[in-house]
């Protein structure tokens, strides 16, 4: 074996300045030996990820075993979805009967009056649920990061929508909702506000509006703590000299602590992006896409395709639309986990 093959990419540690050693009345200058696999950090940022790679091969021996168990759960799923994705697949649940399409069920797809309506839904429920989940969240943190009688009952409270189940929470705001039955359509009514109880769920301009609350209210808590853990790292004496120099709350915080927690705000947006755009069991629980498909996003457009219509080809050639949607947000995730990370020191 070639000597140095099996090279660490660690940081090396760093090499010892010569130290005299004193000898009787001679002056003997001795060095520690000098590492060899030392990494130079000005060169390691020049890299490319395979040239990283490859200098830290040895070390993915460590973690091969997790790497194949990987690729079995994920990796040949991902194979599998894609390869049938370019096939048309029979109503049934036989895969003997299908026959080679190219990129028929992608143009299909694409050209489809119903995937741009699904699209624009998505986009409405995604992108509400994420910033009215954030700002909520951001605002309890801001609270509960100050001292105040009772500040643990209140984390406590604010933390119930997050630890109950998503099929339960659906149900209760189901009933809720109810054009009946429902507490929001009574109160609406004995306040004066309308003179029938309101249609949530069964209306199609109320529907998709009346799911973004539902999920707003259940995903704001994971932000909060996010934020919070993020806002308990902010330094006393950075807003204390802000404070004598005549910063004004606001100023502070603007100036003082979003820029502190530039990193949290954008790993925090990110997840709350890909949980909402992956979210499946508010919108099919609650309305199963409807009424007439006004609350269809992808993922419930998937499961109908597949479960619904047994086209499994329709369906993989969408899931892999949304697989490469995916993949761009997860290149900014993980350029945002690599925000500000220190390199191998000199």
Not at 192 to 215: C, E, H, M, Q, W
């Amino acid at each position: 074996m070639r000597h140095g093959a099996s090279k660490s990419c660690s940081a090396a540690s760093e090499r010892p300045a010569a130290t005299p050693a004193r000898k009787g009345r001679a002056t003997v200058a001795t060095a520690a030996p000098v590492n060899a696999n030392r990494v130079d950090p000005r060169r390691y940022r020049e890299l490319n990820v395979l040239q990283r790679m490859y200098r830290c091969r040895a070390d993915y021996l460590y973690v091969l075993p997790s790497l194949g168990v990987m690729f079995l759960v994920i990796g040949y799923p991902i194979y599998y979805t894609v390869y049938l994705s370019f096939f048309n697949t029979p109503p049934s649940l036989s895969m003997d009967e299908k026959s080679f399409a190219g990129i028929e069920n992608y143009s299909r797809i694409l050209a489809s009056s119903r995937f741009h309506e699904v699209t624009w839904n998505t986009t409405i429920w995604t992108f509400a649920s994420t910033f009215f989940a954030f700002v909520l969240g951001f605002g309890a943190a801001l609270v509960l990061n100050r001292e105040f009688p009772g500040r643990a009952v209140t984390r406590g409270v604010l933390l119930v929508p997050f630890v109950i189940s998503a099929v339960a929470a659906s149900y209760v705001w189901r009933w809720i909702y109810h054009s009946d039955f429902g507490v929001l359509g009574a109160l609406a009514v004995q306040m004066g506000f309308s003179d029938t109880p309101l249609n949530f769920l069964d209306s199609i301009d109320y529907a998709l509006p009346s799911l973004i609350v539902v999920n707003v209210w259940k995903e704001f808590p994971f932000a909060m703590l996010l934020m919070l853990a993020g806002l308990q790292t902010v330094p006393d004496q950075l807003l204390r000299a802000a404070t004598v120099d005549g910063a004004s709350v606001w100023q502070r915080f603007w100036h003082v602590t979003v820029p502190h927690l530039k990193g949290v705000i954008l790993i925090t947006v990110l997840l709350l992006f890909v949980q909402n755009i992956n979210h499946f069991t508010i919108p099919w629980v609650m309305t199963g896409g409807g009424p007439a498909g006004a609350s269809d996003i992808w993922i419930t457009q998937i499961y109908q395709i597949a479960f619904g219509r047994i086209r499994f080809g329709l369906a993989s050639a969408y899931s892999v639309i949304l697989f490469a949607v995916m993949i761009v947000i997860g290149y900014f995730y993980v350029k945002a986990l690599a925000f500000g990370d220190e390199r191998p020191n000199a």
